[in-house]
């Protein structure tokens, strides 16, 4: 089989970081920045950036109506930071959730911690190094949503059915297990169609 198609959005933000990991990880990686790049997509993931900036691309674009598709018809996708926000109810309305903006503070509140991610770095797997930029958390959900990490009890990490976000940048750390995961929802999809 061939590797899978995995797109990045790429109006903004870290996207070469992630589309590295792609690759390394065996994807084929196409940056997206016009609705024509969505097609024949496995996966996307939206990295992150400026959320404000990125809707901001998404409206000049035509992006928004597509990414929605892209999400109803069952296509995986990875959140990061920023990516998680574009995902959320008050964005693109893709997840049953709602990200507050900034939670841990601006620019110099930035950090980086220790994490035990579900089904990611559960015992005795090490802890999962999570990179906090300006970053966001899951300030509410719908019951669908399976949290996966937490920081002073508030989500940081969740999945909802083949769609996965993190608050942190995993593309930062040499860690790959977030976009394996992802990856894991991919392959999972392909199974089932090629069946």
Request: include cysteine; aromatic fraction near 4%; charge should be negative.
């Amino acid at each position: 089989m061939p590797p899978p198609l995995i797109g990045v959005l790429a109006l903004q933000g870290d996207f070469e970081a992630h589309a590295t990991v792609l690759r390394r990880l065996g994807a084929d990686v196409r940056e997206v920045r016009v609705p024509a790049d969505l097609a024949g997509l496995e996966g996307l993931v939206v990295p992150g950036g400026e959320s404000t900036t990125m809707t901001l691309g998404i409206e000049r674009e035509g992006l928004a109506q597509p990414l929605r598709d892209l999400a109803a018809g069952g296509t995986p996708l990875l959140g990061s930071c920023a990516g998680l926000i574009m995902l959320d109810r008050e964005h693109l309305r893709v997840m049953d959730m709602r990200a507050e903006r900034n939670a841990f503070g601006r620019q110099t509140r930035s950090f980086e911690a220790d994490l035990e991610v579900a089904g990611v770095s559960d015992p005795p797997a090490r802890p999962l190094r999570g990179v906090f930029i300006r970053a966001p958390w899951i300030a509410e959900h719908g019951p669908g949503m399976e949290v996966l990490a937490e920081i002073d009890g508030h989500p940081v990490a969740a999945r909802e059915g083949n769609k996965v976000v993190v608050a942190f940048h995993t593309e930062l750390t040499g860690d790959d297990r977030v976009h394996e995961l992802f990856l894991a929802a991919v392959a999972c999809r392909r199974a089932g169609a090629s069946s």
